[in-house]
């Protein structure tokens, strides 16, 4: 495909997602007063919250634009840019935001807008940053792609997004239903800090998938398996000391929060033992959509959403939190075990190998043994805490010299550096 066909083609998706947008918000705007009087009793406080809906559907376009012009610009190779925008400069943004509103008063409005404004502000950059950069040109295989071809691939990709919003939220929602909304609150932080864990993973599946994208569309299996192996090692290497510390110290981890919050220790331990057999599976989405199967993909999680909800249903009125945990457990796994059985069946793509067994076996002896000898020994407190991991992260460096050649760092730190020297070869307009 060439620059000014892919440029046509993000700008097509890029008017429908807006007009998706207005029409979205369109709905919001109509349903504000019925959907505000089941939520308030009457008078100011409907009228505020009446107003925070409808600055949510005024600016409900631009979450879809946001995520494509994301999107576009690491389509455009420009992956460090939209790291950095979408990861770094816009969080902060928000928080700044906030606090400047809660400072000067804005009230609960004022606050809304200012959590999305940096939002819209990525967005405008992303547009004059994507103006001045020239898509490159797609490989051979893609010459014949035209705008039916692109459609029959994304759109199982908004059934999928859909699927996976509900995966992250619906727990939440039944648990507040059953039981009161203290529980809830408990299980929500649970899932935050669980999620938090794969932040950096989240910023190296960004960086990874165009290389991805590049060895599957030259057919360079073997390249693909190299380097699918080698981003599971060190998402595995990211993201198993961080999962492996909330296992083996969950009860101080929830104590952060409050004591209230301990209760949510056993949920924690559940998602974040899921976690570690997650990040084992390393980008095996991501490789199954590059492969061409995004109806595949949106099946796997269709079918862990129903397993969810069902289990949800079962569970959470008999255990609470954690039968909500045990049911996103089970979803967690079919995501990712799934779509593993496929890419092996379909290309024979997997990310076993000496690199990641040496990886898992680097974190759990120098992290998790240290850890729970530590646990065991002195307790949960925050000393016992702070003394275990500080001689654990000396050992886990050690471990990790010693074995940089078999879990691939020299080729990591290579990559990183090569990264802006490729960056600076796109043409610009």
Known sequence: MTSAGARRLVRDVAVASGVAGVLAGGLVLLITGPFTALLSDGGVERASTESVVRMVALLLPFAGLYEITMGALRASDAVLVSTVLDRIIRPIA???????????????????FAWVAPNVAAVLVAVVLLMRIRLRNAEQRTEALDHGTFWRYTSPRMVARVAQTLLQRLDVLILAAVYPLEEAAVYGTVSRCMIAGAFIGTALRQTLQPQLRRGIVRNDIAGVKAMYGASTTWLVLVTWPVYLAMIIFAPLVMSVFGEGYVRGATALVLLSSAMLVASACGLVDVVLLMLGRSWLSTVNVVIALIANIALNLILTPRFGM??????????????NLLPLAQTIRAAGLHPGGTALFTGIGVTAVTIGVPLAAGRLAFGSSLLSFVAVTTVASFAYVGGLYATRDRVKLDQLVRDVRRRPRAASRVSTS
């Open 94 to 112: 928000q928080v700044a935001a906030m606090l400047a509103a809660g400072w000067l008063g804005a009230g609960a409005r004022g606050v809304v």
């Open 322 to 335: 954690t039968g909500a945990a045990i049911a996103w457990v089970v979803a967690i796994l079919l995501t």
